[in-house]
Nanobody
Framework: QVQLVESGGGLVQAGGSLRLSCAAS????????MGWFRQAPGKEREFVAA????????YYADSVKGRFTISRDNAKNTVYLQINSLKPEDTAVYYC?????????????????WGQGTQVTVSS
């Protein structure tokens, strides 16, 4: 059973940056495809980015391409999301998720394990 814990969220001004981390325990992250999702108040959880087990392949939602970067350090059992040029519409709770196998999906239900989320608030 993999436990995921996100950190790094906070309150930032528009145009600012944050680096979110997702630390895993109870399992080896290198066995999983990892994803980041976000959920704003009153909205459904949406896909943000994903990375394959080795870190060689990354995938992004169109809304974050060029501003967000997903990466992983399997030796540290940690996945990161660097978020730059933040906009007020990026305000949401950000979740990391893990799924077995080499295929990524944008649907949240395809992921097996979830963290508790970290709040990102962007002020204008």
């Amino acid at each position: 059973q993999v436990q995921l814990v996100e950190s790094g969220g906070g309150l930032v001004q528009a145009g600012g940056s944050l680096r979110l981390s997702c630390a895993a325990s109870g399992g080896t992250l290198s066995s999983y495809t990892m994803g980041w999702f976000r959920q704003a108040p009153g909205k459904e959880r949406e896909f943000v980015a994903a990375i394959n087990w080795s870190g060689e392949r990354t995938y992004y939602a169109d809304s974050v391409k060029g501003r967000f970067t997903i990466s992983r350090d399997n030796a540290k059992n940690t996945v990161y999301l660097q978020i730059n040029s933040l906009k007020p519409e990026d305000t949401a709770v950000y979740y990391c998720a893990a799924r077995g196998g080499s295929v990524y999906y944008i649907q949240p239900y395809k992921y097996d394990y979830w963290g508790q989320g970290t709040q990102v608030t962007v002020s204008s």
